[in-house]
Nanobody, 120 residues
Framework: QVQLVESGGGLVQPGGSVKLSCAAS????????MGWYRQAPGKQRELVAQ???????SYAYSVKGRVTISRDNAMSTVYLQMNSLKPEDTAVYSC??????????????WGQGTQVTVSV
């Protein structure tokens, strides 16, 4: 059974920091591209950051320079360090694991999400 379990969300003051974790089980972690998505109330889900199995990263323009994604393949865990948080960063943050096999199936899994609220 595949599980992605996020942790680390909560209430943070503007300008503060938070580190999210996503522990994966039931998958061969180092085969998967890992990503963090977020969805704010009334808005579409958006990709925040992504990291390949080789450690190549990409970021949404809105968070670039404030966010760092990293992974520990030995621990099957992906992290999202967010700094200089703004109220507009308030959202449910979800972890995603995806493995696209060329000319084959795609394996795509989601965590349940963790709430990050940026407010005074």
């Amino acid at each position: 059974q595949v599980q992605l379990v996020e942790s680390g969300g909560g209430l943070v003051q503007p300008g503060g920091s938070v580190k999210l974790s996503c522990a994966a089980s039931g998958i061969t972690f180092n085969r998967y591209i890992m990503g963090w998505y977020r969805q704010a109330p009334g808005k579409q889900r958006e990709l925040v950051a992504q990291i390949t199995s080789d450690g190549d990263t990409s970021y949404a323009y809105s968070v670039k320079g404030r966010v760092t994604i990293s992974r520990d393949n030995a621990m099957s865990t992906v992290y999202l360090q967010m700094n200089s948080l703004k109220p507009e960063d308030t959202a449910v943050y979800s972890c995603n694991a995806i493995w696209r096999i060329i000319s084959g199936p795609t394996f795509d899994y989601w965590g349940q999400g963790t709430q990050v609220t940026v407010s005074v």
